[in-house]
């Protein structure tokens, strides 16, 4: 079997066996359980109505905490319910249902002030209003009554949705719990072998850019997302002891991102030198061994499969030549490299033996983890009372939506056709986001998906396939749509184009044009993306709006890690959990640094006259990931060899280091040029021959550099937020 044929099976298969696969699932077969029983019940308009309701029901239901899972799904039916019932109301009266439209996804849309969890309502409830549209209009004279009824059925349908997505959620969570960290670990694996390729020569002499810094940031933003996600879950009250194990496994994933982190410490020195070229290939390769260790761990997790036992050895550091060197030479840096590495591969090990169940997790740090780094579950009125700034971002967003959405509305009642006009409308909603980059990549999956859907619709359709067939297809569908929703929506477009054009034909029967109804569909979209489009840049949330808020955020965060990485109670601690500060510390600074990293990489989409500073920005950033890194090894040294460290040493130190970053973050470097220059020189020939005997120097040598480091990010912040500032005043 050819080697990339086998990847890409090996891909598709770890696809059908993820979490979002699992939840589509369970979401596609509550769809047809309440529209079967529906119909048993009810008949089949009324199961055609609560199959509405369960379709607007189901935008919040993704992989949640059992805790509180019915409160954050309760908002979406409260807020659609009244909402679809209006539209019902008003289906005789196009524009003054027109009038209603506009305010309504404005307050629907106001729902994004809540973040990712409000963001689904508010498509939810929209939605309510899109597919209100859609049902038949009542006969004359029979206004009220069908709309109460047809409101009845979709509220039954939308509210018993929720026991069902508890219920599922429930019954799944020890899956999800599994697939979760296979999910976690597979993205360690990538950004570990990411990492590897930095470990190569630098083939131009004085070339000291680092080209994959910027996709080493993309991927730490993206695995930070994905670690809280995990940690709302994994780390959820575990009972049983196989829920231990894998919430003490995400735990060893924490810690190994921090000695991935800081593994790229001194590189740049040692990759401008040729004759250490052969060790840093060593350590390539080992770093991408450990890489597949987690791949094969992953996938065995996913197969249900107990992990075979960590047999590669640790490498050695014999290996190195000439360590007895005093200073800080390239011997000495390679050597330090090699411990690092190290590390990886001792938390790697950690990982299969936690797996295998051959050794026990520590319950009373996984206790702390879930009482203090899981997201809250309740929603609370501070989001709704902040939103009221003309420079928010959701406040614009809303406004924003609303015109689309009523300009796109009014558009569709002046079309040839009306019996799908809302399908204009619905383009907007699913393709209009809350920033130019995020709605052009929307923009262009959902045209390409309806492109593609209308193709394979077409192809099921000319197949003259029984309605039980057609049916079926229409459950994948909704599967595969809410599948891919939040991971790839090119498939979820292609699947509702799918699921939109085969229910049509099953209600359109023998008396309908299918082929019409291609055509309206993709002309619809069209119309609908180039809507979305072109609303982008009415009342726009450039980034440059939000990047000094997030600016401050990153520098608050790195002051306050830097305060925790460098506390002296470590120092005198018989064990490792006092830390509790620092590993909250340690999440708000990645995170702080996610969110900077994610806005910097939208802005580079947006029009070259609304950028902020990209070059100063992204310095900033890459040293900010260089911080950490130093401030990592620190804690390291802290925390897993301070029996190598001079207590009263170093206790001066790391006080005066952690106050002089704090100040230069703060921008009061109260330090002179003669102060620098004294402890420039302090501890660079005092390195002994042997690394295990006094780590002391390393420790100074850290702080130094992460003061230059802090000093190099506070210039750079300035060079982001001034040329802002200005911006703003004029």
């Not at 709309?147 to 508890?166: E, M, N, Q, S």
């Not at 131009?204 to 809280?228: F, I, K």
């Not at 991935?260 to 040729?274: F, M, T, W």
């Not at 359109?508 to 609908?528: C, H, K, M, N, Q």
């Amino acid at each position: 079997m050819p080697i990339a044929f086998e990847s890409r099976l090996r891909e598709a298969w770890r696809v059908l066996l993820s979490h979002y696969v699992a939840n589509g699932v369970a979401v596609a077969l509550g769809l047809v359980i309440i529209s079967a029983l529906v119909q048993l019940w009810l008949g089949a308009a009324a199961a055609s109505a609560a199959t509405v309701g369960v379709i607007v029901a189901i935008p919040p239901d993704v992989p949640a905490p059992r805790r509180g899972k019915l409160l954050h799904m309760l908002p979406a039916p409260l807020l659609a319910l009244p909402l679809f019932f209006v539209v019902q109301r008003l289906h005789d009266q196009p524009w003054l249902l027109g009038l209603l439209i506009v305010p309504a996804a404005f307050l629907a849309f106001l729902a994004m002030a809540w973040g990712k969890r409000g963001a689904p309502v508010a498509i939810a409830a929209v939605l309510a209003l899109v597919f209100s549209m859609a049902v038949p209009a009542p006969a004359e004279g029979e206004g009220w009554r069908v709309a109460l009824t047809t409101t009845f059925h979709f509220g039954l349908g939308a509210l018993l949705y929720l026991p069902w997505a508890v219920l599922a959620n429930r019954l799944l969570n020890g899956r999800y719990r599994v697939q979760l960290m296979a999910d976690v670990l597979h993205s360690l694996a990538d950004l570990m072998r990411l990492q590897a390729l930095q470990f190569t020569p630098v083939l131009a002499p004085g070339d000291r850019d680092n080209p994959l810094m910027g996709a080493l940031l993309l991927r730490q933003a993206a695995l930070a997302d994905q670690l809280q996600s995990a940690r709302d879950i994994v780390l959820e009250s575990p009972t049983s002891a196989r829920q231990q194990r894998l919430a003490g496994m995400l735990l060893c994933a924490l810690e190994m991102r921090d000695h991935l982190l800081a593994c790229a410490l001194d590189l740049e020195q040692l990759r401008s030198q040729p004759e250490h070229a052969a060790a840093l290939e060593r350590l390539r390769a080992e770093l991408l061994a450990q890489a597949g260790a987690l791949v094969q761990l992953a996938d065995e997790l996913l197969l249900a499969r107990r992990p075979q036992s960590a047999a590669r050895p640790r490498p050695e550091l014999g290996a190195v030549e000439d360590p007895s060197q005093v200073g800080f030479t390239p011997e000495h840096l390679v050597r330090g490299l090699f411990y690092r590495i190290g590390h990886i591969h001792d938390e790697v090990a950690q990982l299969i033996a936690l797996a295998r169940g051959d050794v026990a997790p520590d319950l009373a740090l996984v206790r702390m983890y879930w009482q203090m780094f899981v997201s809250p579950t309740g929603w609370g009125w501070k989001p709704f009372w902040g939103l009221w700034r003309w420079r928010a971002a959701p406040l614009r967003h809303a406004i924003r939506a609303a015109l689309a959405i009523g300009v796109g509305y009014a558009l569709s009642q002046m079309m040839p056709w009306h019996q799908h006009a809302y399908w204009i409308v619905l383009t907007i909603v699913v393709v209009l986001r809350g920033s130019l980059a995020q709605t052009l990549e929307r923009r262009n999956e959902r045209v390409a998906g309806t492109l593609l859907g209308c193709v394979i619709a077409s192809a099921l359709l000319a197949a003259d396939m029984p309605p039980w067939a057609l049916l079926a297809s229409v459950t994948v569908a909704q599967a595969v749509a809410h599948s891919f929703a939040l991971r790839r929506y090119l498939f979820t477009a292609v699947a509702a184009t799918v699921l939109g054009l085969v229910q049509a034909h099953l209600l359109l029967g023998a008396g309908g044009s299918t082929g019409f109804v291609l055509l309206e569909r993709i002309a619809d979209t069209l119309i609908g993306a180039g809507l979305a489009w072109a609303f982008a840049y009415v009342l726009p949330s450039w980034e440059r709006q939000q990047i000094p808020a997030l600016v401050a955020r990153t520098l608050a965060a790195q002051t306050r890690h830097a305060r925790e990485a460098l506390g002296l109670g470590q120092l005198q601690a018989v064990d490792n959990r006092p830390e509790l500060a620092w590993r909250l510390a340690r999440r708000e600074a990645y995170d702080s640094l996610g969110a900077l990293v994610q806005a910097t990489a939208r802005a580079w989409k947006e029009p070259r006259a609304v950028r902020p500073p990209l070059a100063p920005l992204e310095r900033m950033q890459a040293h900010c990931y260089q911080l950490l890194a130093q401030l990592t090894a620190v804690k390291s040294m802290l925390l897993l060899r301070r029996g190598h460290l001079a207590s009263e040493q170093v206790q001066g130190p790391l006080q005066a280091a952690a106050q002089r970053i704090e100040a230069i973050l703060c921008g009061q470097d109260l330090a002179t040029q003669e102060e620098r220059a004294a402890d420039d020189g302090v501890g660079v020939e005092l390195l002994p021959p042997l690394v295990e005997a006094d780590l002391t120097p390393w420790l100074l040598r850290r702080l130094r550099l992460a003061e230059d480091l802090a000093r190099q990010l506070r210039a750079e912040a300035r060079e982001v937020i001034a040329p802002l500032a200005i911006a703003k005043d004029a």
